[in-house]
């Protein structure tokens, strides 16, 4: 059985989408990339991630739709983090009030990415577990 | 009457349309020499522009789009979601249902989940009333647009109750059915924030035929040639005017003419001027015109700035009912405008704007097609009286034909080296020879449009705007 | 054949002059149209050859870059396999179309990274000897090519340039001046803005904005003392001290920006009461009320705007004096004033004129 947990990232920058996949596929996770959020909704259908790394600015489906669709139209309880180059405190309220679980603003460091993607998987799981 | 005296009048004649001709060539190339100095300048100074931090800004300043629909039923939905993915932080969409009689509204509705809202509009500019209301979506991801429905009122009228109701200092008029490519906002307000000397008060853009082109969820994938001969003839005949001609006048501070598809404004002065005039079909370049008036009289240093990159792609009339219709309507938006604003005819109180610009604009856009018109039946007459020396006539008209050829690709070199749009090969050869073809497949229409745009304007009081029947963006539509 | 040759050169030599001129022109144009016409077909084969070009390398970059990233010892020595990497990069910078990809490249990854693989590719950028052509770019004579210089040798945060970017602090070109100012902020964050002390040119917003953008990427800043520049005679430093003050919330500077309340400049006045409003100072609200009435329309606007957040009950009479004020803004803030303050009272038509529609407002729109 494969226990390895799977992420799909959106994001439009190839090479750090192509960073991300190599540190992240290193540490033993699945990496499913999108280009932008149409594609991004179509991989969470078809695979259901444990975790969705999204950048909130993408052409047409932005990330914050892709939040959007996902909690409210799949009803997943999957953490999302968001990452954004816009700094600006109502765009984070933003992905935090439709649902976002965590937020990291660009530049960011890909070491906390991991760190806190180790984090919210483990507080997930305690969560499946007790419930 | 004495045969010297007749031989004399038809010499003068001649001449007059000779000494217009070559006029008429001179200040085309006194333009291009300028807007090539012009277009090197800017694509020096833009080389290492960083935009993208100010895309991230908490203080840029605050935009509306605001995009009149009147039945778009067919793109609507896919066009509004083109506009909520610019990459600026600080704007919101303004759609303004113009009274349309499809269900446009409904299907907005659906798809971005809004609801009717109460809302206090500012009524600074008179417009027609609401129908339905305004409208908000329930889902933040969509909290930018705002949608108003109201009686129909046309497109004029529809910008100004946009204007009524945006929160912000800037507005950008666009046409729905634009695509605007995603950094547009953020190129279009640059002038605004950079220029300390003077104010800017509204900016124009280029504008790009989309036909053939293929737009997928709202980006423009790839650019195309299509195989329509008119749609190829308005591609150069949009270069030649916005790389060649815009670029000059925006250096000489003598912009007449903002695009009615893609403009910002500076919202305080447009309403402050009584924003968009309802009573003409000209709206676009009027109100430039009226707001350029307006600084002048209040005498502050002012600028109206020109993008020359492209960042709104649009389609253009395939076939020659509608281009005809459509040029028809921009000839009697020019004479109406011209007519309201002859004071500032060469009047030195209003400075470039009166000695130049209207000169300009009256004799060359104005005036022009009709000058054309009359040397041709001129020259008929001529013909019917054999009193034509066939060795000049044939000899200029070569020349004359030869000239057009010239500019038109000068214009290709220039996009080429500049924004290099066309990229696919083969591409070079078509529009060479589309040159060629030019003079002989749109300008005859042209002319005709203009025409009967004069006999319209004087005769025919009821006529109005016209169709535009929507192809649908999605396809790659030939 | 020939004698139709013939003929024509026979009409030309007997041609008035100025048919002999048209004609003349005339072949000279179609000459000129034929050259113009391989010419354009020549930049067009150029052009598209740099696309493929530029799609090929760019990706061999990006993986290459990676693979560099990821082939480190852990130490600050260099690996094997990293040298390969480099040695090919120095290389291909030998050609200035390369040179951009490359360049492109590391921008793009660097931009969106911080921490250390950020400095990896600073490293980078001076291991393959990419400095090198752009500080040989500040001794050109082009300003253009001057500004591209200190830009890139900004975007890397070289500190070693300093001297010579320094050398250009008097140049003639505005834009040559603003990348030297951002460099100096990039690198040396707030002690680079000593620049603001001698500036005599106007900053523009557009300046104001990429500075202060440069500023917020950078965590746990010790501010300087803004005072000396809201007391500057230019007024772009005024204007750009005040949004700094608003941004770092510089409370201390509160006395002199109530100062500001005063200036001759309008939107610097405006700027001050936004600044003070975001602080909450009510100090300066009262004395904003003092002297209401010789404010501007547009200053009003905003202080009205400012006791939306900072209203009580002794306010009251005030609001009411401004309830019919000619104003739509300043109606509007008004009411809303009233409504916080006087829960039932304010629903009373009576003080509210015809000429305006209006309605309740619900919690999903901004205020207008």
Redesign the interface.
């Known amino acids: 059985m494969n226990t390895s947990k799977k992420i799909v990232l959106a994001e439009d920058n190839s090479i750090l989408a192509l960073l991300l996949k190599y540190k992240l596929e290193k540490e033993g996770y699945t990496l499913l990339m999108a280009k932008d959020g149409k594609e991004a909704i179509e991989l969470i259908e078809l695979h259901n991630p444990e975790i969705i790394l999204t950048d909130i600015m993408m052409p047409f489906v932005s990330g914050l739709e892709v939040i959007s669709y996902v909690r409210n139209k799949l009803n997943l309880t999957t953490p999302i983090i968001v990452f954004s180059s816009s700094g600006q405190e109502e765009m984070v309220l933003n992905a935090f009030n439709i649902g976002a679980t965590d937020f990291m603003s660009k530049p960011f460091s890909p070491n906390e990415l991991i760190i806190r993607i180790k984090r919210l998987l483990f507080n997930k799981t305690i969560f499946d577990k007790t419930w | 009457m004495n045969l010297n005296t007749s031989g004399l009048i038809i010499d003068l004649i001649q001449y007059f349309f000779i000494a217009f001709t070559f006029s008429a060539i001179l200040s085309y190339l006194i333009l291009a020499i300028i807007s090539i100095f012009e277009n090197r300048h800017y694509m020096k100074k833009n080389s290492f522009v960083n935009y993208k931090d100010i895309l991230s800004s908490t203080i840029s300043p605050s935009i509306s789009i605001i995009a009149p629909a009147y039945n778009e039923t067919l793109n609507i939905v896919e066009n509004v979601r083109s506009l909520l993915s610019n990459h600026y932080v600080n704007y919101d969409v303004i759609i303004v249902n113009d009274g349309s009689k499809d269900d446009s509204l409904e299907k907005l509705i659906k798809a971005y989940d809004l609801v009717k809202i109460d809302y206090v509009i500012n009524n600074q500019i008179p417009t027609k009333p609401l129908r339905e209301g305004v409208f908000k979506s329930t889902n933040p991801a969509f909290e930018k647009l705002i949608v108003v429905d109201k009686e129909n009122g046309g497109k004029a009228d529809a910008l100004n109750t946009g204007l009524n109701i945006s929160p912000n200092k800037y507005v950008a008029c666009i046409d729905v059915d634009c695509l605007l490519l995603e950094e547009s906002l953020l190129k279009m307000i640059k002038p605004f924030l950079e220029t300390t000397d003077s104010k800017v008060i509204a900016a124009g853009g280029v504008i790009r035929i989309a036909n053939s082109c293929i737009i997928k969820d709202g980006k423009l994938l790839d650019v195309n040639l299509p195989t329509n001969m008119l749609v190829r003839g308005q591609i150069l005949e949009y270069l030649r005017a916005f790389l060649l001609g815009r670029m000059a006048w925006s250096k000489l501070n003598g912009l007449l003419v903002i695009s009615g598809a893609f403009g910002l404004f500076d919202k305080k002065i447009a309403i402050e001027v009584g924003g968009y005039d309802t009573k003409t079909v000209g709206e676009d370049m009027e109100i430039i015109v009226r707001m350029r008036r307006h600084m002048e009289e209040q005498k502050i240093k002012y600028k109206v700035a020109y993008i020359p990159d492209p960042l709104c792609w649009t389609e253009a009339p395939d076939n020659y009912k509608i281009f005809i219709s459509q040029r028809n309507r921009w000839t009697r938006g020019t004479i109406e405008t011209l007519k309201k604003h002859k004071k500032i005819g060469f009047n030195p109180k209003y400075k470039s704007l009166g000695i130049i610009s209207y000169p300009y604009w009256l004799i060359y856009e104005r005036l022009a097609p009709i000058i054309e018109v009359t040397g041709v039946l001129y020259f008929i007459f001529l013909i019917v009286n054999n009193a034509v020396k066939w060795d000049y006539a044939f000899a200029f008209l070569v020349l004359a034909y030869l000239f057009t050829v010239l500019f038109s690709i000068i214009t290709i070199i220039t996009e080429e080296l500049t924004y290099h749009q066309y990229k696919k090969k083969g591409i070079g050869l078509q529009l060479i020879t589309t040159a060629f073809l030019e003079p002989f497949i749109n300008h005859p229409f042209i002319l005709y449009a203009n025409i009967k745009g004069n006999f319209d304007y004087y005769f025919n009081k009821d006529i109005k705007w016209g169709e535009m029947v929507r192809k649908g963006m999605n396809k790659a539509s030939d | 054949m020939v004698n139709l040759f013939y003929y024509i050169v026979e009409y030309f030599k007997y ?2 002059k ?2 002999q001129l ?2 003349a ?2 072949v000279v ?2 000459l ?2 034929i050259g ?2 391989i ?3 020549h ?2 084969i150029r ?2 050859a740099k ?1 493929r070009i530029k799609a090929v390398y760019q990706k061999k970059y ?2 290459d ?2 693979e560099y ?2 082939s480190g010892n852990g130490v600050d020595e260099i690996s094997k396999e990293q040298q390969i990497i480099i040695d090919y990069l120095s290389n291909c910078a030998k050609s200035s179309l390369k040179r951009k990809i490359i360049i492109s ?1 590391l921008l ?11 400095d990896a590719i600073q490293k980078l950028y001076c291991q393959t000897g990419l400095v090198n052509y752009a500080s040989y770019k500040l001794k050109s004579k082009k300003w ?1 090519v001057i ?2 210089g200190i ?1 890139e040798l900004a975007q890397f945060e070289i500190k070693d340039a300093l001297n010579d970017v320094i050398e250009h602090i008097d140049h003639p070109k505005r ?1 040559v001046r603003k ?1 030297i100012q951002m460099y100096l902020v990039k690198l040396f964050r707030f002690e680079g803005l000593e620049f603001l002390n001698i500036l005599t040119n ?1 900053l ?7 500075l ?3 500023l ?2 950078f965590e746990n800043q010790h501010i300087p003392d803004i005072t000396k520049w809201l007391e500057s005679s230019n007024n ?1 430093v005024v204007s750009f001290s005040l ?1 700094l003050a608003k ?1 770092y919330n510089q409370y201390e500077a509160k006395d002199h920006i109530i100062n500001l309340l005063n200036h001759s400049n309008q939107e610097i006045r405006i700027e001050s009461i936004n600044v003070l409003s975001h602080f909450g100072d009510i100090d300066s609200l009262i004395i904003l009320k003092s002297d209401f009435n010789q404010r501007s329309i547009e200053e009003q606007v905003i202080i009205f705007k400012m006791m939306e957040d900072i209203n009580e009950v002794s306010d009251i009479p005030f609001l009411l004096e401004h309830i019919n004020n000619m104003n ?2 300043i109606k ?1 803030s008004v009411t809303k004033i009233l409504k916080k303050l006087k829960n039932s009272e304010a629903n009373d038509s009576r003080f509210i004129t015809t000429d ?7 919690s ?5």
């Open positions: 041609s008035p100025i048919i048209l004609w022109s005339s144009f179609t000129i149209i113009l016409s010419y354009l077909n930049i067009r052009l598209r696309e990006e993986s870059l990676i990233l990821y490249t793009k990854l660097k931009d969106e990274i911080s921490g250390e693989i950020a253009d500004a591209k830009k834009e990348e106007q523009s917003e557009w300046d104001q904005i990429q202060l953008e440069i917020q990427k772009s949004k941004i739509f803004d509007v305006i529609e209006y309605s309740e407002k619900t999903l729109i901004k205020a207008s």
